[in-house]
């Protein structure tokens, strides 16, 4: 049966119930409960709906159906009969649906126009736990879980201000998937939270479950290898961007957050930076720059170097590597991406095997095939260093999904030397950063505040003195520039 909100419920107890037992295929539904009750006092029919395994059937037994059963007083007004924690009326059969599919009980009443929504969602869902992913050795271990309403009062914990808002938006047509949209009303920009609105708007779907496939609904660009969108497990780096100026999109189903706009920096930084003091925060920060080079270019320079550019190597070293790959039948750059792949490989394995028996298939898996493929003089020793220099070096990158940019850039980075030498390498990382500085996020340049240049606390490659961290991101273009 379709509905909108133009159809109004019946006075008529019977006529309501069929209406709602047609709409939720009742009883062949076996989770949504239809109970039929005498109010006392008031000697009139009523009827409960609501979706057992969603709502709270304690609360409704004994705060709703008890006080309705046990009432002798003529007078008494349905409100003031339950306890629940929240009571609303409506007589629009859509909005009645909605709550229903949201956990809520409803009373219909006879000879009633009105039907009483009252809050008693239980969704079940799993306790707090320390963030998978995001793991810090300093600072706090709570992680977002798939119950939006739990994540919202995570948040609410860190920011406790009138101005933080969260509304919703329908996000799909069938499921009716909800997405909520978390900012500060004073210092997150409106064209920003106008844009998110707008893409959620416009999305033309039938169900979109969770944060994951939200994401690729609302991204920049759905081609380009480098991410536009922000996933975090962690509160306590959502809040952080809020306060920042950022947008927060929440879900349920989803253990985690989105934050938009992402620019470059984002992606490069930890929530732990912060937490550690400034000489530590900044080593831990030339460590993951240093690893990112590794992880691009190290492969690659190997094959220039053996294949375009042997003049560069000193002599000594020129010969270890000749008397190495001397009974290698294979060109450099077959040879690196064979053992690229077999790394990858291995990786994925790890990540999908039960994970008892995960880092076995790792640690061995690498060991033996290397091992086996240096004797058999398929690749030589020096390749499967390299290899595993650069795959190792790749884990520094926190964040997965510019960890498969990065990985992905090293294969290309790997033909373009094996093709052009280390001409090819200059071009494309020439090319890469034109691309880059060409990329926006919901209006916001993808290497701001390095360029174009913004008025900000420079948090790029390098942290400041929290003391001297006064500016929110000048690229947000926030109502309030100063955090101090």
């Known amino acids: 049966m379709s509905k909108d909100n133009s159809e109004k419920i019946d006075s008529e107890l019977t006529k309501t119930v069929n ?10 539904n076996q989770d949504v409960t239809i109970r039929n009750i005498h109010i006392n006092g008031l000697n ?19 705060y709703v159906i008890e006080p309705l ?10 409100d003031d009969l339950v306890s629940v924690p929240s009571i609303s009326k409506t007589t629009a059969i859509a909005d009645i649906c909605t709550e229903v599919n949201n956990g809520s009980a409803v009373l219909f009443v006879d000879e009633e126009t009105q039907a009483y929504i009252l809050n008693a969602s239980n969704f079940e869902s799993r306790g707090i736990e320390k963030p998978e992913n995001e793991t810090v050795v300093k600072g706090p271990k709570e992680a ?15 920011i406790k201000n009138e101005n933080l808002v969260v509304e919703t938006q329908t996000v799909s047509k069938r499921s009716n998937n909800v997405a909520y949209i978390v ?9 920003i939270v106008d844009k998110v609105k707008s893409r959620l708007h416009t999305m033309d779907v039938d169900a979109v479950q969770n944060l994951s496939l939200l994401e690729q609904y609302i991204e920049e660009s759905h081609v380009s290898i480098f991410p536009t969108v922000l996933n975090t497990e962690r509160p306590d780096r959502a809040v952080s961007f809020l306060e920042d100026g950022y947008v927060v999109l929440l879900m349920d189903n989803s253990p985690d957050s989105l934050v938009v706009p992402a620019t470059f920096w984002s992606f490069y930084h930890t929530s732990e930076d912060h937490y550690l003091r400034l000489p530590y925060g900044n080593f831990t920060r030339v460590l993951r720059l240093f690893a990112l080079f590794v992880t691009l270019f190290t492969s690659a320079l190997y094959v220039a170097v053996v294949t375009f550019h042997v ?12 008397s190495t790959r001397e009974l290698v039948p ?17 990786r994925e394995a790890g990540l999908r095997v039960p994970s008892p028996i995960g880092p076995t298939i790792g640690i061995v898996g690498a060991l033996i095939l290397g091992q086996a493929a240096v004797e058999a003089n398929i690749v030589s020793p020096i390749v499967v260093i390299v290899v595993a220099l650069g795959g190792l070096s790749s884990f520094a990158i926190g ?3 510019m960890n498969f940019a990065i990985r992905l850039s090293r294969f290309i980075f790997v033909i373009a030397a094996g093709v052009f030498g280390m001409y090819g390498m200059v071009a494309l990382f020439t090319l890469g950063v034109f691309y880059l500085v060409s990329i926006r996020t919901f209006g916001v340049p993808y290497l701001a505040p390095m360029t174009p240049t913004y008025k900000s606390s420079k948090d790029t490659i390098f942290r400041k003195m929290l003391q001297n961290e006064i500016f929110r991101p000048g690229y947000m273009k926030p109502k309030d520039m100063k955090k101090k």
């Open 44 to 62: 009139k029919d009523g009827a409960l709906l609501f979706i057992s395994t969603i709502t709270d059937t304690k609360v409704i037994d004994e």
């Open 144 to 158: 977002f879980i798939e119950k939006a309403s739990t994540n919202i009062s995570l948040i609410r914990k860190r």
């Open 183 to 191: 900012y500060i009303k004073n210092v997150t920009n409106d064209d």
């Open 69 to 78: 059963l046990k009432n002798q007083d003529s007078e008494v007004k349905i």
């Open 399 to 401: 964040d997965i999904s």
């Open 19 to 28: 209406i709602f037992k047609t709409i939720y295929s009742y009883p062949d």
């Open 330 to 346: 294979f060109p450099a750059l077959f040879e690196v991406l064979l053992m690229e792949i077999a790394f990858e490989l291995i």
């Open 311 to 322: 003049e560069m190597i000193p002599p000594d070293l020129l010969l270890a590597i000749a």
